[in-house]
């Protein structure tokens, strides 16, 4: 089963009994606003010209959420960065939850749990019922860190959103959150890659990193 970055991350920040997600949703939705970014760049749909995103194809990604965004990028008004991106889309977790949790009911990996709270309002949970998807996920990212297994460029995306979002413990354990700390930053630091669509998208990467890791800081010190 082909899943896309923000498919992965949205699994790993669910509790797969509970269904309800783990991750703090600040930080969570400029983790899933990045993995929009990075998952676009990855197929070759966008660049940065000027410090601008713009539209690299007019090919449609074949997934209604993914589609929808690039719809947004294609027919702005005007040209914007990718810290304005960032915001855009990380105001809209709501719609990338509901639409990313749509998408993994219909490919038969989670299930809608409809709770409510005083019989009123919703608070729906979304447990997995196919945990394969998943755990080889998870297994495959342990063994990159275990055995310093040489990692592709979608897998050293996903650490970095992993680090982003505050999900090491709950991907790795809290042990070996720990252990690996210095290699996920190292992962992060020191990704580098060979092709020519592989620097654009490392130039989506590394000013993506700095954008969020920098919105985090000043929310957080505004909040303090």
Known sequence: ?????????????????????????????????????????????????????EVNSHKTCGDLLLDHFMDQIRNSKKKRDIQSWVQIIGDKLSFVQEETVKKLIGDGILRKKEEKILWVFSNDKYPTINAKPENELRKRLNDILLNDRKLDLKESMLISLIDMCS??????????????????????????????????????????????????????????
């Open 1 to 53: 089963m082909n899943l896309n970055l923000v498919d992965q991350l949205t699994l790993l920040a669910l509790d797969d009994e509970k269904g309800n997600f783990v991750a703090d949703s600040f930080s969570f939705a400029y983790g899933l606003a990045g993995a929009i970014i990075l998952e676009l760049s990855l197929q070759n749909k966008i660049e940065i010209r000027e410090k601008k995103i």
């Open 167 to 224: 999900l090491n413990k709950e991907v790795f354990g809290k042990e070996g959150a720990k252990e690996y700390e210095k290699k996920i930053k190292a992962i992060i630091e020191n990704a580098k890659l060979s092709s020519e669509v592989g620097k654009a998208v490392q130039e989506i990467h590394d000013a993506l990193m700095m954008v969020i890791v920098m919105m985090l800081t000043t929310t957080t010190i505004i909040n303090n």
